[in-house]
């Protein structure tokens, strides 16, 4: 699915405006202080989702995944390659890397995390939408990205990639916001912000 | 006052988890029974009322915030055991909080407005086996590396021992007084070279020594002198003696003996009859008293290409034979005798 600039630029800003709320969340929560950006966005159709290999590669990802339903359907979830994800919970949480209690902290905390970035950026889609959206719980898991992208990509549906930069304690760390609409999802967002222009 | 039938959600009370909703100004609409139990409030206590008169910190931010998008009618919001130990404080026997890991999910109510439902799953227990399982875990590889330290510990005391072991016995074949081989390193050498020679089927020769008139000397000039006599033969002996594996020992008293591998008879008597001369030149200060003193020594040379018939023993026995005869034939003599000839020689 192509997008025009301005389609390019406005699902940009709104992902952007949802990892910002989403740090403002953290930072009421967190003692380390964060900032998130989401300085790209790229479309793909599932078709090309091999793509996504060649960026993620066959190394399990962590990944938060929630389903939303309603007028958008698809799958949001958030990925971190391990060591990424590892680095991110210790420099949130403040732990040191010999705590014992490293897999349950990263599993909660990042399901956590995970959950507080993708209502963000949902919260943001659906403020531009007036209908109601509907979702189902936060889960987390450890999987390929072919699995996640195979298991999860709706057939006809288009995938939004947005790389997301944690800042935090001046490490920066890099995860992946992925969108999977579900068939004419995407346009029906893209009309909204055509519509949203025209209202403005 | 909103009553708790305006929410049928009894059904909630036969889950084993705890679940109350929350309405846009954060007033509770229903508290289930499980809650009843852990808080000991009464859903006719609390239903109507804002949450936040009896639990405070639902004012936080970090709270009020993420409760109020639900609210808002936007996704579910995790607060996890791991970032925030409860939700709401229960307390155990031990005093200690329960941890919980809490989903907050929007409903929608037709008359209510959206509702959110908090659903707090108690994860107590999990976390305790866990932590049970990590302490074990951390005492099981304390236990390894403390182990491991012990083990380096008795290897280095090993060592140590085994170096300790090592000087005792180079000492216990030492001489003491003259810090030549002693009798015992004397028969451990000639031991493993007599093996060697009848191995190699090369010859082996020994000279036994005695000094001669040593009773005499020890009783005009006494002990300490005997002694300083015994130290400076030794030395002088030493300083002549082949490096090539040739062995110089106190045999005992006055005698000392020097074994030489791979040597003929000839060359034998040549070295003794060097250490012979050496000795003569040799002049003796006597301690306390102004005096020079010189010393002989009379020495028996024997000789033999071993085939394994014959032991160290009989080598010794004639090395002593000719030694004898150098004392009878006059003393500052070399006598030679070899083992399977039995022949002996005079020369001098």
Known sequence: M???????????????????????????????????????????????????????????????????????????????????????????????????????????????????????????IANTLDSHIDFTIPIYTENTISNIIIDEAPRDGAIVLATVMFNVKAHKIEGDILILFEVDSLSSLLNALDHSNCKS | MIEPTDLDLTLLDHIPMGFFVLDGDMRVHFWNKLLEGWTNIKQIQIVGKKITEFYPHFDLPKYSKRIQSVLRGGSPTVFSSQLHQFIIPIYQQNGEKRTQHTTVTSIQHEYLGTLALFAIQDVTDLSCSMKKYRRMRDQALNEIEERKKIELTLIKEKDKVEVFAAKLKLLSTIDSLTEILNRRGFDEYLTKEYRRAIREKKPISLIMIDIDFFKKFNDTFGHQAGDDCLRIVAQKLQSITRSSGDMLARYGGEEFAIILPDTTLHSAITIANRNRISIEKLAVKIPFVDKIQTITISSGVSSIVPDGSSNEETLIKTADLALYQAKLDGRNLVVSKTVLRNESSILQ
Request: hydrophobic letters at 40%; zero cysteines; glycine letters at 10%.
């Open chain 1, 2 to 124: 192509e997008l025009n600039e301005f389609q390019h630029d406005a699902l940009t800003e709104i992902v952007n405006i949802g990892v910002g709320q989403a740090a403002s969340v953290l930072n009421d929560m967190l003692e380390s202080h964060v900032t998130l950006r989401a300085p790209q966005i790229h479309v793909y159709s599932p078709a090309d989702a091999k793509d996504g290999n060649k960026k993620f590669g066959d190394e399990p990802l962590s990944s938060v995944m929630m389903g939303f339903n309603g007028s958008l359907a698809g799958k949001i979830s958030l990925i971190f390659p391990p060591e990424s994800a590892l680095k991110l919970v210790l420099l949130l949480t403040g732990e040191d890397q010999d705590s014992t209690d490293l897999d349950s902290l990263k599993t909660g905390t990042l399901n956590e995390v995970g959950n507080i970035l993708l209502n963000g950026v949902m919260g943001a």
